[in-house]
């Protein structure tokens, strides 16, 4: 035996040892969250039940993936190589892509909706936090990303009609583009909401921009190659901003950065025109990678501070909201609800967008599609996790007089207090009143939408371990900082993206629009991108019931269905290459997400309760102006007309969306039974071309005479 295979057979028992306690401490850690009943339930053992389970995922599942159903091959250029123009195709360094690609997915969906979806109790959210991510949403993000990397680049929507046929490839772009600007500009708005008259947050975030400008021309120009070192200064740089922005709010700069909605509206339409149409490599990816460090920074240091302080679940495993469906957060049972509510972080169709968009454009070798795709997933994952034990450690009572709506709770700590009590939980007017001082809030009562309490829970589990009382308010506005540069990272990809996807679709009616690096149609593009959300944005920021308000409900189905988009495209082309027996890697996700979906959708449209169906909704409020009547949220006769409006075009969307969808599936079956009566069908895949980068990556595949000369030796 060679001296190789003797110590490979010597490492061989301790690695079976280490996984094997990692396994044990891992079922010991969801054995007692899934069995402890009526008694204390710290929220470490959430924490090492996800990660336990995050570390055998990474180790043995996405292993398995690329090895037998992907097969990634170093020797072949990838379309950054190939296609290389210094604006959209660059070969990125590994570390500085895995940052920028958790950056642009880590949006909104990770803080907020764990929050929401506390009020089923934290054991349905955990469960379905990790093992959505680890079989559904981490697959879904590196097999789009894989395939769409063997094709060029090409968006979601595209891959779709190029794969999948004409009608289902139509339906498909029509889905995706629609439900892309709906979700940009719900992500502006929340980056809108963060930030209005906030000098601290604006201070700190538009920093940001000056300093990923100037870490792309250092790396590019200065000191080429010096990840670590122009790391080192973006990141001394950007403390600097964020200890700077809590000067200027207690300045006499702080009028200059109190920008009211509509300021900040304008602002983002211009960044992210200006973000889509930049080369790469100047803003988007710098900027990206250093949010990468403050996102990453923050919650690693949240996990910290539970660590340390250990702080009890105060929430039930399994409320009594999880059957009812009558929650006040939000209505409808766990089943379908808790699926949509909690997307980012397990499963979401956006991330789909992204490993289509820019990150298959700048990936240097096909084996890191493996650490950037599930890798980053499972990153996004434990931040959801943290929101959630955010959300689980404070006082129910709080929790509820937080996200309940105003119309339940009333405007006074009193009237929230009693309406509390009503749901069950205790929380008295000066305990409300006192929370809010201890933030420096003037109220915490009806704060809904997940964010601000995501900051309450942040702020007590960060002064328990730095700075106690006394820094309660810095953490929690720091938290509010953060929530807000989290998610704007996703809207300047994102609108990126969003270009390669109108490029694309316009490509097929006029081909020079489909050429990525054709200066015109980058301008155009980018322009009609940001117009559509923007406006959007514009009416949700001016009225409250206008706009993107009005198409906010579809948030969480919409996203929901790109990832049933997604899996499709991936389904089909897996069994187009003839690996019909691996087919269920993706096949089996998408048949779970079609039914959350298409029952939600159901439920959505049919259901006769008001508070979840939009046309029984749309009755309820038509029937009320019969009768002379103002329903809350409305505040005067306009109002009402408005939500029956909104509740019309809810309602209509979510039908369009679910017909469109079934479109793209039955239009892929048919595919699908094609390709196994023939065993296989041609697709796009671009024909192979040699690599001639080198690059020293851990794991990666050698050159076959390499690779089997030493499986030989072995």
């Not at 289509?356 to 434990?382: C, D, N």
């Not at 959300?391 to 006074?412: E, F, H, R």
Request: include cysteine; aromatic fraction near 10%.
């Amino acid at each position: 035996m060679s001296e190789t295979g003797m110590r490979r057979r010597a490492v061989a028992p301790r690695t079976v040892l280490v996984w094997t306690a990692v396994s044990v401490v891992g079922a010991i850690a969801w054995g007692v969250l899934a069995l402890a009943r009526g008694e204390e339930v710290s929220a470490v053992w959430l924490i090492v039940a996800a990660l336990a389970s995050y570390a055998i995922a990474y180790r043995f599942y996405s292993r398995f993936i690329a090895r037998r159903v992907l097969e990634p091959d170093d020797t072949r250029a990838t379309p950054a190589e190939r296609l290389d123009d210094g604006v959209d195709f660059q070969p990125t360094d590994r570390r500085v892509l895995l940052g920028h690609h958790f950056a642009a997915i880590a949006g909104a969906g990770p803080l907020v909706g764990p929050v929401l979806a506390a009020q089923m109790g934290y054991l349905p959210g955990t469960i379905w936090i990790v093992v959505g991510v680890i079989f559904a949403g981490a697959v879904q993000d590196m097999v789009v990303l894989f395939l769409s990397m063997r094709r060029d680049g090409k968006s979601l929507g595209q891959m779709a009609r190029d794969e999948i046929g004409r009608v289902g490839g139509a339906a498909a772009l029509l889905a995706v583009f629609a439900i892309m600007i709906i979700l940009l500009a719900v992500l502006a708005l929340v980056v809108v909401n963060a930030l209005a008259d906030s000098p601290w947050g604006t201070f700190s975030v538009a920093m940001t921009i000056p300093i990923a400008l100037f870490m792309g021309v250092y790396l590019r120009f200065l000191r080429p190659g010096q990840v670590v070192e122009t790391t080192v200064i973006g990141v001394a740089l950007l403390l600097l901003a964020i200890v700077a922005g809590g000067w200027v709010e207690n300045s006499g700069l702080a009028e200059a950065f109190t920008w009211s909605p509509k300021t900040l509206v304008f602002c983002l339409v211009a960044y992210g025109f200006v973000a889509s149409v930049l080369p790469v490599w100047l803003l988007l990816a710098p900027r990206d990678y250093l949010s990468t460090f403050m996102k990453v920074g923050t919650i690693v240091l949240l996990a910290v501070g539970v660590l340390a302080s250990a702080p009890t679940l105060q929430a039930d495993a399994v409320s009594k909201y999880a059957g009812s469906g009558e929650g006040p957060v939000f209505a409808g049972a766990l089943f379908p609800f808790l699926f949509i509510t909690i997307a980012c972080g397990a499963l979401s169709g956006f991330h789909a967008l992204v490993a289509s968009g820019t990150t298959p454009k700048l990936i240097e070798k096909e084996s890191q599609v493996r650490a950037i795709g599930y890798g980053a997933m499972l990153m996004e994952s434990f931040v959801a996790v943290m929101a959630l034990v955010a959300a689980c450690v404070i006082d129910p009572g709080l929790y509820y007089a937080m996200n309940a709506p105003a119309g339940v709770l009333g405007s006074t700590a009193e009237s929230a207090s009693q309406a509390v009590a009503n749901l069950g939980f205790t929380i008295t007017p000066e305990q409300l009143r006192s929370a809010a001082q201890a933030v420096e809030e003037s109220s915490l009562i009806a704060r809904t939408g997940g964010a601000p309490t995501l900051a309450v829970g942040m702020s007590d589990i960060f002064s328990e371990v730095f700075g106690g009382d006394s820094l309660r308010a810095f953490w929690y506005h720091f938290a509010i900082m953060f929530e807000a540069l989290f998610i704007l990272t996703t809207v300047d990809a994102g609108t990126r993206v969003g270009r390669f996807m109108l490029q694309d679709m316009l490509g097929n009616i006029w081909k020079p629009m489909g050429r990525v690096n054709w200066k015109p149609g980058i301008w155009i593009a980018s322009g009609l991108v940001v117009l559509g959300w923007g406006y959007f944005l514009y009416a949700g920021a001016t009225d409250p019931l206008g706009g993107i308000n009005q198409l906010f409900p579809l948030f969480g189905i919409a996203n929901q269905l790109l990832a049933a988009i997604a899996l499709t495209v991936a389904t089909t082309i897996l069994i187009k290459r003839g690996k019909l027996r691996w087919a269920w890697v993706t096949g089996v996700p998408l048949v779970w997400d079609v039914a959350v979906t298409y029952t939600a959708g159901w439920q959505k449209i049919f259901s006769d309760d008001p508070r979840v169906g939009f046309f029984a909704q749309r009755e309820r409020y038509a029937d009320a102006i019969g009768d002379g009547k103002v329903l809350g949220p409305a505040k005067n006769m306009d109002d009402m007309h408005t939500v029956v409006l909104n509740s019309t075009v809810d309602g209509v969307l979510i039908a369009v969306f679910l017909v469109l969808v079934a479109v793209v599936i039955v239009n892929a079956a048919v595919i699908c039974v094609r390709a196994i009566r023939a065993g296989s069908l041609p697709t796009t895949e671009t024909p192979y071309v040699e690599s001639q980068l080198h690059v020293s990556l851990p794991g990666a595949r050698k050159p076959a005479t390499v690779a089997a000369s030493e499986t030989d030796r072995a």
